[in-house]
């Protein structure tokens, strides 16, 4: 009876670190898309540019970027729960610094104090639900993690364009301090460490290790995130960055390969059913972020709504995942994880496509609506994606798998954003030229239009006010098919991915970790 008593209690606590662990990833994603809508009023507050505001997004991303891979190694030295603790208090005070910043260099300074603290939150916290949960309650434990990893990027856009428009952009930054501090509290409570995993003696660091992780990874970072805007390859820094990056990499590979206690453990690539997981996972981010970042573009861009109002085009779609991954999580132990991910994949991917039919007249409901058709795929994937990643990983690689699987899902974000940004510019450009021919006398329907519109705004058809007219239309029309492009290019990427699905084996999520070695 006593031992009944124990197993309940034990139960209830785990529902209890379930949600503490998604609320400090919760804050952490949001962090990211949060900020992005405020950099006009931050830019105009601290007196700077619009390009030197993006700095703030850029300098949290690459030091997030760098610490997220070694987070493993990190937890496995010094312990998870302590990590986990030093990364909540660390991403609480730097949040409370930055909402107090007095000028823009200080602020990108704190960032990049806040996305190296938060660079731990959520591998370290994936790994604690791994480990916390029984393999049969596993699925649910991330389906409750899922809401924080999948739903806070729709969200951010919304909190913070209210958090700004309705009080200040600094509160973007202050709302995490009494999350942050309820945290602290909670964790030290209810979660147990098992305390590091290295063997007692001498502290070996990898340091050539990190500073390839560093350079890899940092570079890559803002190679993605600043290339659009610096015309890519036209530019010798990110030229100069790219190829940094990809000697760095392959400098990293050859050391994390050969080194006895890794930075970060690239052995686990040897399992062909990880690197499927790691696929996948960078391309549920490609899709989750390429998309959240479109939605709010099309409808700000071309149909005139404030960023309060295009964040609202995201947030049912928001209900509509928390409502699917407790559903998803329970299926994750009944259904073969390949058909899950396989119904996810292809609604996805549908979804994508029948966002080709927009028009610039559509309503809010018809955008509404395909946003949270859309939605209802990322449940399907990230759930039993997860539930993969972690199947036959020995509990002692627990902590090394979630980094690089958190690592794959953020930076398949960066990429979605960076090729969704680069396709639709390159897109746009390439639809007016070939529109703007067809404003000249030789073709048919040109002269008649033209004496329509004129009369129409009481102008000849040659009159400059006629003309601007139509190279406006020209340009609205431009601007639609390039994101039309987009959300093509996007569903067709997702669905290839479907022949992936048969490199993995059949089986359940049931299946938890391996046994020790």
């Known amino acids: 009876?006593?031992?009944?008593?124990?197993?309940?209690?034990?139960?209830?606590?785990?529902?209890?670190?379930?949600?503490?662990?998604?609320?400090?990833?919760?804050?952490?994603?949001?962090?990211?898309?949060?900020?992005?809508?405020?950099?006009?009023?931050?830019?105009?507050?601290?007196?700077?540019?619009?390009?030197?505001?993006?700095?703030?997004?850029?300098?949290?991303?690459?030091?997030?970027?760098?610490?997220?891979?070694?987070?493993?190694?990190?937890?496995?030295?010094?312990?998870?729960?302590?990590?986990?603790?030093?990364?909540?208090?660390?991403?609480?005070?730097?949040?409370?610094?930055?909402?107090?910043?007095?000028?823009?260099?200080?602020?990108?300074?704190?960032?990049?104090?806040?996305?190296?603290?938060?660079?731990?939150?959520?591998?370290?916290g994936q790994a604690i639900l791994s480990d916390s949960?029984?393999?049969?309650?596993?699925?649910?434990?991330?389906?409750?993690?899922?809401?924080?990893?999948?739903?806070?990027?729709?969200?951010?856009?919304?909190?913070?364009?209210?958090?700004?428009?309705?009080?200040?952009?600094?509160?973007?930054?202050?709302?995490?301090?009494?999350?942050?501090?309820?945290?602290?509290?909670?964790?030290?409570?209810?979660?147990?460490?098992?305390?590091?995993?290295?063997?007692?003696?001498?502290?070996?660091?990898?340091?050539?290790?990190?500073?390839?992780?560093?350079?890899?990874?940092?570079?890559?970072?803002?190679?993605?995130?600043?290339?659009?805007?610096?015309?890519?390859?036209?530019?010798?820094?990110?030229?100069?960055?790219?190829?940094?990056?990809?000697?760095?990499?392959?400098?990293l590979i050859w050391r994390e390969l050969h080194h006895p206690d890794p930075m970060v453990d690239l052995r686990l690539m040897r399992r062909p059913e990880f690197v499927v997981t790691f696929v996948l996972m960078l391309m549920l981010g490609f899709m989750l972020f390429g998309s959240t970042y479109l939605i709010p573009a099309y409808a700000q861009s071309l149909m005139g709504y404030r960023a309060v109002d295009a964040g609202m085009v995201l947030t049912p779609g928001g209900l509509a995942m928390i409502a699917l991954l407790p559903l998803v999580g329970r299926l994750v132990n009944k259904v073969d994880l390949r058909i899950l991910i396989g119904v996810g994949?292809?609604?996805?991917?549908?979804?994508?496509?029948?966002?080709?039919?927009?028009?610039?007249?559509?309503?809010?409901?018809?955008l509404m609506w395909l946003r949270i058709v859309q939605a209802t795929a990322l449940?399907?994937?990230?759930?039993?994606?997860?539930?993969?990643?972690?199947?036959?990983?020995?509990?002692?690689?627990?902590?090394?798998?979630?980094?690089?699987?958190?690592?794959?899902?953020?930076?398949g974000g960066s990429i979605g954003i960076a090729f969704a940004s680069t396709l639709l510019t390159r897109r746009e450009q390439f639809h007016q030229s070939r529109i703007v021919e067809h404003f000249q006398s030789l073709n048919p329907a040109y002269p008649g239009y033209a004496q329509h519109l004129g009369s129409a705004l009481g102008s000849a058809p040659d009159a400059t006010t006629t003309l601007a007219s139509l190279y406006q239309q020209a340009i609205q029309q431009a601007t639609l098919l390039s994101y039309l492009d987009d959300f093509k290019a996007l569903g067709v990427v997702f669905l290839a991915l479907l022949p992936l699905l048969l490199l993995v084996g059949r089986g359940k999520g049931a299946e938890g970790p391996a046994p020790a070695h």
């Open 345 to 366: 994949l292809f609604v996805g991917g549908a979804s994508l496509l029948l966002m080709t039919n927009l028009y610039l007249g559509v309503s809010f409901g018809t």
């Open 133 to 251: 949960f029984p393999p049969e309650k596993r699925g649910m434990a991330s389906a409750i993690y899922g809401i924080a990893a999948v739903v806070a990027p729709t969200i951010g856009p919304t909190l913070g364009g209210w958090l700004t428009d309705s009080y200040s952009w600094r509160w973007i930054f202050l709302i995490n301090a009494p999350v942050g501090v309820l945290l602290i509290v909670l964790v030290q409570a209810f979660i147990k460490d098992r305390g590091p995993a290295r063997s007692t003696g001498p502290l070996s660091v990898d340091w050539m290790g990190f500073a390839f992780v560093g350079l890899s990874l940092g570079c890559l970072q803002i190679v993605l995130d600043r290339g659009q805007d610096a015309d890519w390859f036209g530019s010798g820094l990110i030229t100069a960055l790219t190829i940094t990056s990809a000697i760095a990499f392959l400098l």
């Open 1 to 124: 009876m006593n031992a009944a008593i124990a197993r309940a209690a034990g139960s209830g606590v785990q529902w209890i670190i379930a949600p503490v662990v998604a609320l400090a990833a919760f804050m952490e994603i949001m962090d990211i898309s949060i900020a992005n809508v405020a950099l006009p009023h931050i830019a105009g507050a601290l007196s700077s540019s619009q390009n030197e505001s993006t700095w703030v997004l850029t300098s949290y991303l690459v030091t997030n970027a760098i610490v997220m891979p070694i987070s493993g190694w990190l937890a496995n030295t010094f312990g998870r729960k302590r990590l986990f603790l030093a990364c909540i208090a660390g991403f609480t005070l730097t949040s409370l610094l930055c909402g107090f910043a007095p000028n823009l260099p200080t602020l990108i300074v704190l960032r990049a104090l806040q996305g190296a603290t938060g660079g731990g939150l959520q591998p370290v």
């Open 379 to 411: 449940p399907f994937l990230f759930v039993p994606i997860n539930s993969l990643a972690f199947r036959g990983i020995p509990r002692e690689k627990t902590n090394n798998a979630s980094a690089i699987i958190n690592l794959a899902r953020n930076f």
